[in-house]
């Protein structure tokens, strides 16, 4: 047998022997943040399920760029999505003309 799978084994015996004497980590919860608390404020739909909103979170503020969905009768924000801080929002669109350009060039 090799080293590899005999050390295994002992892990796994030794794993076992700790579970006896030491409770699992309890799980909690995270509290919902409620409507009321966040400082979102929606600057445009994009389409149907994204927006554009400006938030004050960790008090920093970002531009977030972000697709949403509906759960449970509640919009809620999805993974899919970006948070810009202000000064990447500068430098993003300080590019914009060079972004329009670009776009025009493939057009």
């Known amino acids: 047998m090799s080293w590899r799978g005999k050390r295994k084994d002992e892990d796994v015996r030794a794993s076992d022997d700790d579970s006896e004497t030491h409770a699992p980590a309890k799980k909690v ?11 979102d404020i929606v600057v445009c739909n994009i389409s149907k399920n994204r927006r554009v909103s400006v938030r004050n979170w960790n008090g920093k503020i970002w ?3 972000r697709e949403f969905y509906v759960k449970d009768g509640k ?5 899919k999505g970006i948070s810009l ?23």
Do not use: F
């Not at 919860?29 to 400082?39: L, R, V």
């Not at 919009?75 to 993974?79: A, H, I, V």
């Not at 669109?93 to 670009?102: E, T």
């Open 85 to 107: 801080s202000v000064d990447q929002w500068n430098t993003l669109r300080n590019h914009a003309d060079g972004i329009d350009k670009a776009l025009a060039d493939l057009s």
């Open 29 to 39: 919860a995270k509290p919902a943040e409620s409507s009321e608390e966040s400082d």
């Open 75 to 79: 919009t809620l924000p999805g993974k």
């Open 63 to 65: 531009i977030d760029i």
